[in-house]
């Protein structure tokens, strides 16, 4: 097995500013808000009304089908409204609102231990259902669609990532340094479902505290190794991983267990562990506090509907004297940018990052046309030639860059944009070109019907 993958970049990582600071909880005063769509596939559909009274652990909205997912409430409460409250992304959505009235009283004794030695394969998959579990990576895909592939004697691997190698985030880090022996538990559970497979996982060479700790919760069990991994971006993406675990790439259009991986992130495993042991929901998660315009970075356990601008007050707000230029949800190579911190901290975010400067605000000043040095190219993770898809874009020439030059697998992780000397926004092309390109499909699919 390799120790890392074809190209990437090596952004300066800041993680310095929260990276050996604790877990700790967050507990919100506020109200809770809770957004039907925390996942990818079809947004949940409201199981309580307005006046009613709320637990935490309880589900307030159900899947509306098999790609989708539960919505959980993370406080007690009385629910205040169901209506359409925005969102990070800056859009509306259906949400619905509970008075939190800080007492959290639990639904469910979520302390008591459940033995697990004999429960099966089927059983894991609905309590992970059941719990409500999404990828906490980042993308947000059901957690009980990944552990139901169509070939389960056909998976090699289970790939547990914790290499987190976005700028900035270090809850994951710190997540495996205080419960190694949980989420050890979790791959331990995700690997009844594949009898053929083997356990990996994966964390780069800057954390070696996590490495430590996972290595010593994994000893002496069957069918688990820990691979630590170059420092480098984005070694964390589940193409990335693949590559250097299997030896293998697939195109856009496959899925992971199509040449026989499953990747979880180790957030997802140590729910799953919490699900299945103590049959307790998700509800809350990691996520870091991080950034130049930041007093009192740090790494938290949050609970789901709470608010990013809560959370940022409580900790203490910005340095005195510094302007907030940019924030992102997530780090700032892959994070969405946020109009307004005054929205709700979904299932699937894993930080909030702020600048005092904007370095796409910097950039833009800097801009010129292309050098033709071959940089991006160099250190596309997919291997995709960035120069030739942003002039295939710019003559208009959509059918070059989906047909003849593989721009639909373009996985956007900015590496081309961080790269280029010329300062030019080639993945913001390109996430605006698939965006437009995959909105056509939709409207000629809806036409043919």
Do not use: W
Request: glycine fraction near 10%; charge should be neutral; charged fraction near 25%.
């Amino acid at each position: 097995m390799k120790d890392t993958f074809r190209g990437g970049v090596h952004p300066a990582d800041r993680k310095e500013l929260s990276r050996d600071i604790p877990l700790r909880e967050f507990l919100p005063t506020g109200e809770m808000v809770f957004p039907l769509s925390q996942h990818i596939g079809k947004p949940a559909k409201p199981a309580v009304k307005k006046g009613d009274s709320v637990l935490v652990g309880q589900r307030i909205a159900e899947a509306d089908g098999f790609v989708s997912a539960h919505i959980i409430c993370s406080c007690s409460g009385t629910v205040k409204a169901v209506e359409k409250r925005r969102t990070l992304t800056g859009g509306m959505m259906d949400c619905i609102v509970v008075d939190n009235d800080g007492q959290f009283t639990p639904a469910a004794d979520y302390t008591v231990r459940e033995d697990v030695s004999r429960i099966d394969g089927d059983e894991i998959v609905r309590r992970v259902q059941e719990a409500a579990i999404v990828g906490l990576g980042g993308a947000g895909f059901p957690t009980h669609v990944k552990l139901r592939p169509k070939d389960p004697a056909a998976i090699r691997y289970v790939i547990a990532n914790g290499a987190e190698c976005e700028p900035y985030l270090t809850c994951n880090d710190q997540l495996m340094r205080s419960q190694a022996e949980a989420i050890v538990e979790g791959l331990q559970l995700t690997l009844k479902l594949f009898p053929n497979a083997e356990g990996v996982i994966c964390i780069e060479r800057n954390k070696p505290e996590a490495i430590a700790a996972m290595k010593q919760a994994s000893y002496g069990k069957d069918r688990i190794r820990v691979l630590d991994l170059q420092t480098k971006y984005p070694q964390g993406g589940e193409r990335s991983l693949i590559q250097v675990v299997a030896g293998r790439n697939f195109p856009l259009a496959k899925l992971p267990a199509d040449v026989g991986c499953i990747v979880e992130n180790v957030g997802t495993l140590y729910a799953i562990q919490r699900a299945v042991a103590f049959h307790e929901p998700l509800f809350s998660h990691v996520l870091t506090l991080s950034g130049e315009a930041v007093k009192n970075p740090g790494n938290y356990i949050v609970r789901d509907g709470t608010s990013f601008a809560e959370l940022l007050e409580t900790s203490g707000g910005l340095k005195e004297g510094v302007t907030l230029k940019k924030a992102m949800c997530g780090g700032p190579m892959m994070g969405i940018a946020m109009s307004s911190l005054d929205v709700p901290i979904q299932k699937q975010n894993n930080g909030l990052t702020l600048l005092a400067e904007d370095p796409c605000e910097l950039a833009e000043k800097e801009t010129t046309a292309c050098l033709h040095c071959g940089r991006c190219t160099t250190v596309c993770p997919m291997g995709l030639l960035p120069q030739l898809m942003a002039d295939a874009v710019a003559m208009g020439d959509l059918a070059r860059y989906e047909g003849k030059l593989y721009g639909l697998e373009c996985i956007q992780c900015g590496s081309c944009t961080y790269i280029c000397p010329a300062r030019r926004p080639l993945m913001q092309i390109f996430k605006q070109t698939k965006a437009e390109i995959l909105a056509r499909k939709r409207a000629e699919a809806g036409g043919k019907k």
